[in-house]
């Protein structure tokens, strides 16, 4: 077996030293012991392989319990489809292990495109990672001045078709760190990182950066920018496109011709809006409020600046889905009314049609929700946001299969993002609505693990243990829930239906729920 072979068998493909699986190149979720596993009985694939051989290859040094196998074997066995009534790839053998049984092609050059990521967004394409900049200063504020450029680099290179971009808050998870860029980039599943250092004083500012290739290590590019610092603009650009040029060889069908940007005419607007950004990551109430104040500010400032009208969207919008402290139809108003002005200040800004489309979402205009989205990715295809919310659309609108794709996508661009639980809260839904069960109920614990303090999931969750059966466990997950709906009664929360929800999606949660012995329509409160 060479370092870099693909190894494709059915519908899937396998690619190492990266450990990623796609199906029909759509990136599929599994876990480092998972897919150690999967590679293991690749190799031996045809041959009944003992559970003690397995122990041994993926814990060469630890002695652990046979269960741990188990659980991982699961979980590779969901993601490859396998059940009880079907196994195309992995068949136990009794009082053995286990037998890999499908057909094996190995490709060993595919790995030379693969590392672009799903088929739409970024297979066969450079995949990059920006990574924060060093804030060089001495002055810990001026971080969210770093951090703002860093982010306009990467909305200017998401624009570029031919490139895969990873998004910003994935990348910014690495900040502070003592990194390997190797392994940030295999992290991250991308080809290239872009790094550096940003020093501002005495109306100046000096720029270092620097682009690395992952796979060998070397430097494709480096430059330093001492300007003015009103010319910030001008050398965003120069970075974006001496990138842009310096992968040239791999970005030759590259779009050349960005779309037209409005920039704000003063960088307190801009830096405004960066530190609302900031606070928005952190969604919670009081950071929501702090979030629109600064969104206000920057417009205040700089009326004609679209950008926050478009992030104001999703504080309104947070105030119906995480916070339930404005009615929809008030929330939605708003919303959209910012939006509008978003889009009518900036026609060419991805980034303002994807709230616009949030709002459409919201009032239960999946069809318009849909086409908004697609505007925005028209313009920026790597928008992570236009992506998240093209899968909540279609959902709604009932092609559960092609969210769920759109939603693992979602995480392959922002595996780190702060708002990747939306998608994850995605996965859930599908799962419950195509009737995949165990599914729903192992993604939304993961999801209820990584972000308690989001109010959507608890009662798709728990309607999932209920259709399984599992009444303690749905029980349970209702009684965590109760400080998380605030100001909403479990009564109201159980019984919520927003617009997006359809009568047949609704009778189907409601099923679950009754399976799990709760009486809907009335205050009812957990035992």
Not at 224 to 236: G, K, L, P, S
Request: proline fraction near 5%.
């Amino acid at each position: 077996m060479k370092a870099g072979s693909t190894f494709i068998f059915g519908e899937f493909r396998f690619t190492v030293p990266r450990m990623e699986l796609t199906r029909e190149g759509v990136a599929v979720p599994l876990g480092s012991r998972a897919a150690e596993i999967l590679l293991f009985l690749i190799r031996h694939a045809g041959d009944a392989v003992h559970k003690n051989a397995l122990l041994g290859a993926i814990w060469p040094d630890r002695v652990v319990e046979e269960n741990n196998l188990t659980v991982h074997m699961a979980a590779l066995r969901r993601a490859l489809g396998d059940n009880t009534t079907s196994t195309r790839f992995i068949r136990t053998e009794p009082g053995r292990g286990y037998r890999f049984v499908a057909a094996v092609q190995e490709d060993v050059a595919a790995p030379a495109t693969a590392a672009g990521g799903p088929a739409g967004a970024g297979r066969g394409k450079p995949s990059i990672a920006v990574l924060p900049f060093d804030n060089m200063s001495g002055d810990p504020d001026q971080a969210f001045f770093a951090d703002g450029m860093v982010e306009d680099v990467i909305t200017e290179l998401s624009r570029n078709r031919a490139l895969f971009v990873v998004a910003r808050t994935s990348s910014f998870s690495y900040r502070g760190r003592s990194i390997d860029i190797r392994q940030v980039a295999a992290d991250l599943g991308v080809r290239y990182v872009l790094e550096g250092s940003v020093r501002r004083g005495a109306g100046r500012v000096r720029v270092n950066a620097q682009l690395i290739d992952a796979e060998s290590g070397a430097h494709v590019w480096a430059e330093r920018y001492d300007r003015e610092f009103n010319d910030i603009f001008a050398v965003q650009d120069e970075i974006t496109r001496a990138v842009s040029m310096a992968i040239g060889p791999a970005v030759s069908d590259a779009e050349q011709v960005r779309a037209t940007r409005v920039l704000p005419a003063a960088l307190d607007a801009w830096e405004a809006l960066h530190r609302g950004l900031w606070h928005l990551e952190r969604v919670t109430s009081e950071s929501n409020a702090i979030a629109r104040e600064l969104f206000e500010q920057s417009i205040a400032i700089d009326p004609q600046f679209a950008q926050p009208h478009a992030w104001l969207v999703h504080t309104y919008l947070n105030e119906i889905y995480l916070f339930h402290t404005l009615d929809n139809a008030t929330a939605v108003a708003r919303a959209e009314q910012h939006g509008l002005r978003a889009v009518a200040l900036d026609p060419n800004d991805a980034t303002a049609h994807a709230a616009l489309a949030w709002a459409a979402s919201a009032i239960g205009d999946a069809a318009a929700g849909l086409a908004r989205a697609d505007r925005a990715l028209t313009i920026n295809p790597n928008h992570l946001e236009a992506h998240r919310c093209r899968t909540s659309n279609l959902i709604w609108l009932g092609r559960l299969e092609e969210a769920r794709e759109v939603a693992n996508l979602c995480l392959r661009l922002g595996p780190h993002d702060a708002r990747s639980w939306i998608s994850l809260h995605h996965l859930l839904l599908t799962g419950y609505l195509l009737g995949d069960y165990p599914f729903a109920v192992e993604v939304g614990s993961r999801l209820l693990d990584a972000r308690p303090a989001a109010s959507l999931p608890y009662r798709w969750l728990a309607a999932a243990f209920g259709q399984v059966g599992r009444i303690d466990e749905a029980r349970s997950v209702l009684r965590r829930a109760v400080p998380v709906v605030a100001p909403l009664t479990i009564g109201e929360y159980l019984n919520e239906r927003g617009p997006w929800l359809t009568d047949a999606y609704y009778a189907h949660l409601s099923e679950g729920l009754r399976q799990a012995g709760w009486i809907l329509d009335t205050p009812v409160t957990p035992l």
